[in-house]
């Protein structure tokens, strides 16, 4: 059975830095897209970055110059740097991939648990 583990977030002062961990596990072909998320209290789940397999990224603009997506497909495994944090970054953070299963090739979109980053000032 496929599963994406995250790991890190915790309690961080404004300015400062922290790094999340996903990654996949089980039996799978191949991680497509990788997608992260956050969930702010009160608010929708709002789309923080993308990496595609060859390892672009693309941001949403509230996170532009401070947050960097990257993966190590040997490993299954994306990583979030966040820098520069501000306490409105405070939300519970998602992992997200499109992966390709091993049993019938296609495409399936998987959850992480999520992990809480507060961000206090």
């Known amino acids: 059975q496929v599963q994406l583990v995250e790991s890190g977030g915790g309690l961080v002062q404004a300015g400062g830095s922290l790094r999340l961990s996903c990654a996949a596990s089980?039996?799978?072909?191949?991680?497509?897209?990788m997608h992260w998320y956050r969930q702010a209290p009160g608010k929708q789940r709002e789309l923080v970055a993308t990496i595609t397999s060859g390892g672009s990224g693309t941001y949403a603009d509230s996170v532009k110059g401070r947050f960097t997506i990257s993966r190590d497909n040997a490993k299954s495994t994306v990583y979030r740097q966040m820098n520069s944090l501000k306490p409105e970054d405070t939300a519970v953070y998602y992992c997200?991939?499109?992966?390709?299963?091993?049993?019938?090739?296609?495409?399936?979109?998987?959850w992480g648990q999520g992990t809480q980053v507060t961000v206090s000032s």
């Open positions: 089980g039996s799978f072909l191949s991680i497509n897209l």
């Open positions: 997200n991939a499109d992966i390709l299963q091993l049993s019938d090739r296609r495409l399936t979109n998987y």
